[in-house]
């Protein structure tokens, strides 16, 4: 008799739990850069050459068909531990056109998602572009815009680079802002191109302002591949991200209107990283967003967590570079990988209307 007794105080108690637990809506945002995802045919505005069947790299239609089988499977499979799908919304870099997007969301791994597109051609001398990824069941773009960065090189000749995209729209009808990014490179040295990487960080730095003018509470999430890390001048001192952190009683300064936080820092300082050049990991792959992502009102989505996607298939297993990145290319040669990147993404939550069954609304 005690033990029946107990069994049902057991019974009710886990009927109480499961009705009173919350339940989250996920929408997944991540970034990728995708390493030179080109076409086979010859532009002759840009500097393609390497990427065809000619090239140095011979780059066949094989190779790029495996190409979209890679990097489709990886775009399908990111953040969905805890979504259970594929992301919302993804940033991309280094690819070389409309058309190739285009045949990378038509892979049978990505064309039941419902990804449209939000792209521009830049002036880049090798064509190498960012882009946007959308569900369109998920996002709906209401404003987009590509923002120029010019830089001089030490000739005084004009150093053509990425632009900067910026999209606006409603996640859900909740309305957000998404800058993709790919700063110019570390080619030359860290110390030499770090100009140009400021001059970027300062472009950004006005185009988020830009948006708080016209709405001071605006809720922006900058990704992409800054070639930088969490913890350089770009991001202290132009735009002076803060670290995704419990605040000490009494403190909200992280909080604080305006302030961008970047989660990405906490996992650099504890050695994560997005790519490994000479034995050294750096997390040039970042996504950051403003503070009231953090505390948000009730009903919005907010901040919960962010990521490194490594999953063991992105890992090289053996050889010089065994650990790093499973790229396309290594050492001159053609490895049939990925990416010499990780993606890398954050989750946004809001509690769900509870079930009919639990007595609430849809």
């Not at 960012?130 to 005084?156: C, G, N, Q, W, Y």
């Not at 001048?233 to 961008?260: C, M, Y």
């Not at 992105?314 to 290594?330: C, D, E, H, I």
């Not at 050492?331 to 049939?336: E, M, P």
Request: aromatic letters at 12%; glycine letters at 8%; hydrophobic letters at 35%.
């Amino acid at each position: 008799m005690k033990a029946s007794v107990l069994l049902i105080i057991f019974h009710l108690s886990f009927l109480v739990s499961a009705q009173t637990a919350k339940q989250y809506k996920i929408r997944t945002i991540a970034f990728y850069n995708v390493e030179n995802l080109f076409d086979i045919e010859n532009d002759t505005l840009i500097f393609d050459d390497d990427r065809t069947p000619e090239g140095k790299d011979n780059w066949t239609l094989e190779r790029y068909t495996k190409k979209l089988d890679n990097i489709s499977k990886v775009l399908s499979e990111i953040g969905s531990e805890n979504s259970g799908n594929s992301p919302d919304i993804i940033g991309i870099c280094e690819v070389e056109n409309l058309t190739v997007i285009e045949d990378l969301i038509g892979h049978p791994n990505l064309q039941d998602k419902g990804y449209q597109i939000v792209h521009y051609d830049s002036p880049d001398e090798r064509g190498i572009d960012v882009a946007l990824l959308f569900k369109e069941d998920a996002f709906l773009p209401t404003s987009f815009a590509s923002h120029r960065l010019l830089l001089i090189d030490d000739d005084d000749q004009r150093n053509y680079t990425r632009d900067q995209l910026v999209v606006g729209g409603l996640l859900d009808n909740e309305q957000l802002y998404f800058l993709v990014n790919h700063w110019p490179s570390r080619s030359g040295g860290e110390a030499r191109s770090r100009p140009n990487r400021m001059a970027a960080a300062k472009l950004n730095k006005r185009i988020i302002d830009s948006i708080q003018r016209l709405d001071a509470y605006a809720k922006i999430i900058g990704m992409g591949d800054f070639n930088d890390d969490p913890n350089n001048d770009s991001f202290k001192k132009i735009l002076k991200t803060k670290a995704v952190r419990n605040p000490k009683k009494g403190e909200q300064n992280q909080f604080e209107q305006g302030n961008l936080l970047n989660p990405m820092e906490k996992l650099y300082k504890k050695g994560v990283g997005s790519l490994a050049y000479r034995d050294k990991w750096n997390l040039f792959d970042q996504i950051y967003f403003t503070a009231n992502l953090v505390q948000s009102k009730k009903g919005d989505y907010r901040f919960w967590k962010s990521g490194v996607f490594n999953a063991p298939y992105l890992v090289t297993k053996k050889g010089q570079y065994k650990g790093y990145p499973f790229r396309t290319y290594a050492g001159g040669s053609y490895a049939g990988g990925y990416s010499d990147h990780f993606p890398v993404f954050l989750y946004l939550i809001k509690e769900a209307s509870p079930s009919p069954s639990q007595g609430g609304e849809n």
